[in-house]
């Protein structure tokens, strides 16, 4: 049975092993913290800030550093005339804007299928003679989805407005093909490097620190978790929930200490769950396209989107319709930023040029995400299965 007393044997705080908590120290992050405060106090002097953008890989500190700075400039801060507003995108950008809006502490109303010049008026009255930092988390989601360039085109264009975006990807604007957004947008940039072994250790045992009693983890513990962070690519967040599953598996056991062996448990549990979790996520349409990737291994963008659509047309699916190559285009995009497929460049000899091909990543588990795929596609028979497989595959040209 599991008890309070158990988790007061475990837990000194289990909100500091959260995502989403932000920690007094930051560390490794001091010069990223010190360029965004740098801009951001700008209007504290009464002064509009540049546009930044913050980009790196997921799991980086990006959001944490914002978040950091942000706190501390709001306790700094001594008048009305500046707002700050923070929203993690949508792909769509009037609810964005609306609930930076909320966390403006602008009161607004938004509903399905509100236009975006709605908002924009709310925001314009909220903001009118006065500095107003936006800051839009993830708005890789708003920008691959082709819905961005209307929001940043309004944005860039009223007075006394700041822009920060977080992004996973360094070319950002490669992918925003309005012109007048580009030349008014022009942001600083920060680059987030990907934290190395000894970092991720550090951080990982700071952490630790503030979210375990002290001598609950065994010594090889944090090495263990850190090593495995650094094969998952590196997102602290992962060595995060493996530390908080370990915490709680500890206290389902009845516990007192952690070893390695409980957080290798740890560890398939949150391999599991995120790939669970973030294929739930997808549309039946992204699911589809994932396993026409993962089962032909490298396949070039337009045989993969062919596939898709032969599939369709043989009415196995319940509800799925055919779709243009630049929609599978756009299915293609949120699964690379969901980390789930990459496209590579590969030459095709001397003189014959370049080709795009879509791959699966190594770090997940073919098998756990194929099974995850079949299980949740909307098949009409549930025992096509195996059949879908071979169906799937793209026989190799004579």
Partial sequence: MVTNGGYKKIFKSRLALAHHYVPDRLLYREE????????????????TPPNVVLFGHTGTGKTAVVK????????RLETDDVLFGYAVASTSPAKTLADVLTDMGVGVKHYRGQLLWEVLDVFKDATRGRIAVVIIDEIDKLIYAGKSEELLYH???TIGV?????????????KISDVRVLSSWRPRKILFNPYD???LRDILEYRASLGFEEGVLEDDVIPYVSAVTVQNGGDVRFGLDVLLTAGD?????????????????????VEDKYVLDSINKMTDYEKLLLLVV???DFISPSEAYQKCNELIEKKIFEGLEKKAYRTWAL?????ELMGFVELVKKGQGLGRGWRYFIKFPECYDKYTVLQALIGSLPLVNRDNGDTLIQLARVLPRR
């Fill in 294 to 296: 993962l089962v032909n």
């Fill in 331 to 335: 299915y293609r995009n949120k699964l």
């Fill in 32 to 47: 990223e913290i010190n360029k965004l405060r740098l801009y951001l106090s700008f209007a504290l002097e009464g002064d």
């Fill in 249 to 269: 598996l500890a206290i389902e056991r009845g516990v007192e200490k952690i070893d390695v062996d409980l957080a290798k448990e740890a560890v398939r549990e």
């Fill in 162 to 174: 700041s822009i920060v975006a977080i992004s996973n990807k360094l070319f950002l604007e490669g």
């Fill in 155 to 157: 944005l860039t264009r």
């Fill in 68 to 75: 950091f700075v942000l706190r501390e400039l709001r306790e």
């Fill in 197 to 199: 072994a000894e970092q």
